[in-house]
């Protein structure tokens, strides 16, 4: 078996012949599905609980106007990206939700990732990090790890805001559905510029790329360009 093949040699969406089909319903209903769900809701409760302490917090939506997603082949990725920051006079907690669709041929196979991620100041504008991501690509693989990173925000002028961002993996896995569990790197590189055309409100663009390559060299990467609104608070 490879990367991409189903089990009892069904095919895969990536054959273009047909998605793979899961035998045991109890699998579709529970299991990842249900461990993300309980994730998501811990992680919104943990920013809710810690924005009473927080200066400010700064929340946005980015559109993924053009994206690729690049795995035995490359193919159109579309979809969006949620996110929420929460600063304090010392650290950061940040929250992002990317869910996504890939256009293969006939078929539509989702995308969804999370990403939690602490850092604390060490210079003005300057975080280092530690950052959980998990993700899931439909019917082929997930993927987990834990990235150390440094984010970087600088004010251009009072309207004009310069993010960027740079993490590499500590530890990560990737999982394929119908061929084991394998050890991965992971490589995220973001950037992103913010025009605030009124005093909390902005209009933003970005560029963003993940990649995720295990140890038989066997890669997914993402990447594309992203527009978005910000609102602070």
Same mark, same amino acid.
């Given at each position: 078996m490879f990367p991409g093949?189903?089990?009892?040699?069904?095919?895969?969406?990536?054959?273009?012949?047909?998605?793979?089909?899961?035998?045991?319903?109890?699998?579709?209903?529970?299991?990842?599905s249900m461990k993300k769900l309980v994730t998501l809701f811990l992680v919104c409760l943990m920013?809710?609980?810690?924005?009473?302490?927080?200066?400010?917090?700064?929340?946005?939506? +980015?559109?993924?106007?053009?994206?690729e997603l690049d795995y035995l082949g490359e193919e159109d990725l579309s979809g969006?990206?949620?996110?929420?920051?929460f600063p304090t006079n010392n650290y950061k907690i940040s929250f992002e939700y990317l869910?996504?669709?890939?256009?293969i041929g006939p078929f539509d196979v989702d995308l969804n990732q999370i990403e939690l991620k602490g850092g604390y100041r060490v210079a003005n504008g300057l975080y280092v990090n530690l950052a959980m991501i998990?993700?899931?690509?439909?019917?082929?693989?997930s993927y987990d790890g834990v990235m150390l990173g440094l984010d970087l925000a600088t004010k251009l002028s009072k309207e004009l805001l310069l993010e960027g961002s740079v993490a590499m993996s500590l530890t990560g896995s990737m999982d394929y559905d119908y061929y084991g569990e394998l050890d991965a790197d992971f490589l995220s590189l973001?950037?992103?510029?913010?025009?605030?055309?009124?005093?909390?409100?902005?209009?933003?663009?970005?560029?963003?790329?993940?990649?995720?390559?295990?140890?038989? +060299?066997y890669?997914?990467?993402?990447?594309?360009?992203?527009?978005?609104?910000?609102?602070?608070?």
């Open positions: 093949q189903c089990i009892n040699n069904a095919p895969s969406v990536y054959n273009n012949t047909g998605p793979c089909l899961f035998h045991d319903p109890i699998f579709i209903l529970g299991g990842e920013c809710l609980t810690f924005s009473a302490s927080s200066l400010a917090a700064t929340i946005y939506w +980015d559109f993924i106007a053009d994206g969006h990206i949620i996110g929420i920051d869910s996504g669709s890939v256009d998990d993700g899931e690509l439909e019917d082929e693989a973001k950037g992103k510029c913010t025009y605030f055309f009124a005093n909390n409100l902005g209009a933003s663009i970005g560029y963003r790329k993940t990649i995720i390559e295990d140890e038989d +060299d890669e997914i990467t993402t990447s594309g360009m992203t527009l978005g609104v910000t609102y602070s608070f």
